[in-house]
Antibody, heavy 116, light 107 residues
Framework: EVQLLGSGGGLVQPGGSLRLSCAAS????????MSWVRQAPGKGLEWVSG???????YYADSVEGRFTISRDNSKNTLYLQMNSLRAEDTAKYYC??????????WGQGTLVTVSS | EIVLTQSPATLSLSPGERATLSCRAS??????FAWYQQKSGQAPRLLIY???TRATGIPARFSGSGSGTDFTLTISSLEPEDFAVYYC?????????FGQGTRLEIK
């Protein structure tokens, strides 16, 4: 059974930093692209960042230069380093497994709140 | 960036009726296209990928179609558990965008 367990969310002040983690199990983690998708309270889905099995990385314009995605295939873990956080980054952050251009498995989400 | 616009924003139907949800892209989608269902408090669930292929375990009443800039999700006969929010999504050159969602509510 595929499992994606996100962690690392919490309350942070504007301008602060946070690192999210997503522990994967039940599939060959190193063979798949992974992404972070967020959802602000009461709003729709927004793709944030993705990383291919090759290690190539991609970002939405809204986070480019502030967020860094990475993966540790030896630990089956996906990360999102978030710097210079803003109020508009407040959201539930989901990690998601990529397959044929879509996201076929999702974590339970971890909540990030940016507020003073 | 390809912008996806879903219509209608809200669709009110009764169980047993047919639902047609639309998604229009700001320019032609040459890559992948998918649909998701999200219920309150839950993570999204993949319904359709590659425009028209049902994901594992998705009932046959769900179908996807389209090409270019116009895509459609059809639910042939609504079941009570189908009332939820639906999102379209595309991937081009490893960049993804989602539509703003269509809320399917019970009439």
């Amino acid at each position: 059974e595929v499992q994606l367990l996100g962690s690392g969310g919490g309350l942070v002040q504007p301008g602060g930093s946070l690192r999210l983690s997503c522990a994967a199990s039940g599939f060959t983690f190193s063979s798949y692209a992974m992404s972070w998708v967020r959802q602000a309270p009461g709003k729709g889905l927004e793709w944030v960042s993705g990383i291919r099995d090759s290690g190539s990385t991609y970002y939405a314009d809204s986070v480019e230069g502030r967020f860094t995605i990475s993966r540790d295939n030896s630990k089956n873990t996906l990360y999102l380093q978030m710097n210079s956080l803003r109020a508009e980054d407040t959201a539930k952050y989901y990690c998601a497994k990529g397959e044929l251009g879509a996201f076929d498995q999702w974590g339970q989400g971890t909540l990030v709140t940016v507020s003073s | 960036e390809i912008v996806l616009t879903q219509s209608p924003a809200t669709l009110s139907l009764s169980p047993g009726e047919r639902a047609t949800l639309s998604c229009r892209a700001s320019r032609s989608v040459s890559g992948y296209f998918a649909w998701y269902q999200q219920k309150s408090g839950q993570a999204p669930r993949l319904l359709i990928y590659d425009t028209s292929t049902r994901a594992t375990g998705i009932p046959a009443r769900f179908s996807g179609s389209g090409s270019g800039t116009d895509f459609t999700l059809t639910i042939s006969s609504l079941e009570p558990e189908d009332f939820a929010v639906y999102y379209c999504q595309q991937r081009s050159n490893w960049l993804y965008t989602f539509g703003q969602g269509t809320r399917l509510e019970i009439k």
